[in-house]
């Protein structure tokens, strides 16, 4: 199956030596609730699906604790347990799950290549992505320190454990606005910490904000540091005062939310397919087509708008479904 290649380029233009191609039918980047229920649907379909899970196996729901909102658990699932299960019911259709990241793509032909940790190729002839979104953080040490334990980038995921107590979110965006509203309908009080003295979210969301009782917004505001015992109780805030220096505050709080925007995984498919100027994937509406045929886009990567477990698998089944009808229609 496998056959020696010659020598390519990596992104620094350092030759990286590629020893082995492999041909296959539908191959899956990335391993979130969207990848694996396109694995589910591709298997089921007899596409032989191969998965790269990328650098984060699970993608971001194994960052986060319980998970309560996706539709058929009852009583909630971790969101490890939920991945290993999605991983499972993939495997049992015959996906076939491997380590390895995708470093580079070509999709200048008929013929799809895929780079695997810039060694090796992969030639499919249908591709889904499935690279998902990453949350930007602050790059403060305390958001590690926290992790788990007060800190999240998500507040539909994780907002229901703060119900009754006090939160921050972070960022002045369509976001942090969304979060805060989301929050403060939980929430005892919620702070929004702003950095500049404006939003830079949508007028609607700003006006929201502003007219919602239980949100504060700290104008001109920077995250120095959280504290706590174990668990986050507060932050350290940086007021801004112009020309008189700046000033010290203390907030106490249970929570610490980003919402300083999302980084979708597009970088290394952006020369072959249209991004939006953030990076989402574009896909033609109502299905998961991007403008090179044959490759699909599904969940985070491509979703700016809702990004939640269960819009992304159900955006994962109709990258399957896309790519067999393709395959159908090429084979006919
Ligand atoms: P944005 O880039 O729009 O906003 C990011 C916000 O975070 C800004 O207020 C920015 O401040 C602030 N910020 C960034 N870095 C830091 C930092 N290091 N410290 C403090 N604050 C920081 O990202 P969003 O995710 O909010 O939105 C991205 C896109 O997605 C937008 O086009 C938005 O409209 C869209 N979106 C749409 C939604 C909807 O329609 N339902 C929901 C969510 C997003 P500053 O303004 O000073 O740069």
Same mark, same amino acid.
């Given at each position: 199956?496998?056959?020696?290649?010659?020598?390519?380029k990596?992104?620094?233009?350092?030759?990286v030596?590629?020893?082995e191609?492999?041909?296959?039918?539908?191959?899956?980047?990335?391993?979130?609730p969207? =990848?694996?229920?396109?694995?589910?649907?591709?298997?089921?379909?007899?596409?032989?699906?191969?998965?790269?899970?990328?650098?984060?196996?699970?993608?971001?729901l194994?960052?986060?604790?319980?998970?309560?909102?996706?539709?058929?658990?009852?009583?909630?699932?971790?969101?490890?347990?939920?991945?290993?299960?999605?991983?499972?019911?993939?495997?049992?259709?015959?996906?076939?799950?491997?380590?390895?990241?995708?470093?580079?793509?070509?999709?200048?032909?008929?013929?799809?290549?895929?780079?695997?940790?810039?060694?090796?190729?992969?030639?499919?002839?249908?591709?889904?992505?499935?690279?998902?979104?990453?949350?930007?953080?602050? =790059?403060?040490?305390?958001?590690?320190?926290?992790?788990?334990?007060?800190?999240?980038?998500?507040?539909?995921?994780?907002?229901?454990?703060?119900?009754?107590k006090?939160?921050?979110?972070?960022?002045?965006?369509?976001?942090?606005?969304?979060?805060?509203?989301?929050?403060?309908?939980?929430?005892?009080?919620?702070?929004?910490?702003?950095?500049?003295?404006?939003?830079?979210?949508?007028?609607?969301?700003?006006?929201?904000?502003?007219?919602?009782?239980?949100?504060?917004?700290?104008?001109?505001?920077?995250?120095?540091?959280?504290?706590?015992?174990?668990?986050?109780?507060?932050?350290?805030?940086?007021?801004?005062?112009?020309?008189?220096?700046?000033?010290?505050?203390?907030?106490?709080?249970?929570?610490?939310?980003?919402?300083?925007?999302?980084?979708?995984?597009?970088?290394?498919?952006?020369?072959y397919?249209?991004?939006?100027?953030?990076?989402?994937?574009?896909?033609?509406?109502?299905?998961?087509?991007?403008?090179?045929?044959?490759?699909?886009?599904?969940?985070?990567?491509?979703?700016?708008?809702?990004?939640?477990?269960?819009?992304?698998?159900?955006?994962?089944?109709?990258?399957?479904?896309?790519?067999?009808?393709?395959?159908?229609?090429?084979?006919?």
């Amino acid at each position: 199956m496998f056959k020696p290649l010659n020598i390519n380029k990596n992104e620094e233009n350092k030759a990286v030596e590629a020893t082995e191609v492999e041909k296959v039918k539908c191959l899956i980047v990335g391993s979130g609730p969207a =990848g694996y229920t396109a694995a589910i649907y591709a298997a089921r379909a007899n596409l032989s699906p191969v998965m790269y899970e990328g650098l984060q196996p699970g993608g971001q729901l194994t960052t986060t604790t319980e998970v309560e909102n996706y539709p058929g658990y009852p009583e909630g699932v971790t969101g490890p347990v939920m991945m290993e299960d999605l991983k499972k019911q993939a495997e049992r259709f015959g996906t076939d799950v491997r380590w390895g990241m995708a470093t580079k793509v070509d999709f200048s032909g008929d013929v799809h290549k895929v780079w695997i940790d810039d060694t090796k190729i992969v030639e499919a002839e249908t591709v889904i992505i499935a690279t998902g979104a990453t949350a930007k953080y602050l =790059g403060l040490e305390d958001e590690t320190k926290y992790a788990g334990g007060g800190v999240s980038a998500c507040a539909t995921c994780d907002g229901f454990f703060y119900k009754g107590k006090d939160v921050a979110v972070v960022g002045g965006g369509d976001t942090a606005t969304e979060e805060a509203m989301y929050l403060a309908g939980l929430c005892k009080k919620v702070y929004l910490i702003v950095r500049r003295d404006e939003l830079r979210a949508s007028k609607v969301m700003a006006d929201r904000t502003a007219n919602t009782a239980n949100i504060e917004i700290l104008w001109k505001h920077q995250t120095k540091g959280l504290f706590g015992d174990g668990v986050v109780e507060g932050a350290i805030l940086v007021k801004n005062l112009g020309e008189e220096g700046e000033e010290e505050v203390k907030i106490e709080i249970d929570g610490f939310f980003l919402g300083i925007g999302h980084k979708p995984n597009s970088d290394i498919f952006a020369e072959y397919i249209d991004t939006d100027d953030v990076g989402y994937i574009q896909t033609t509406p109502g299905t998961s087509k991007t403008k090179v045929s044959g490759v699909f886009a599904c969940g985070d990567v491509q979703d700016d708008q809702y990004r939640q477990a269960v819009t992304a698998a159900g955006s994962g089944c109709m990258a399957a479904i896309d790519a067999e009808r393709y395959l159908s229609e090429k084979n006919a």
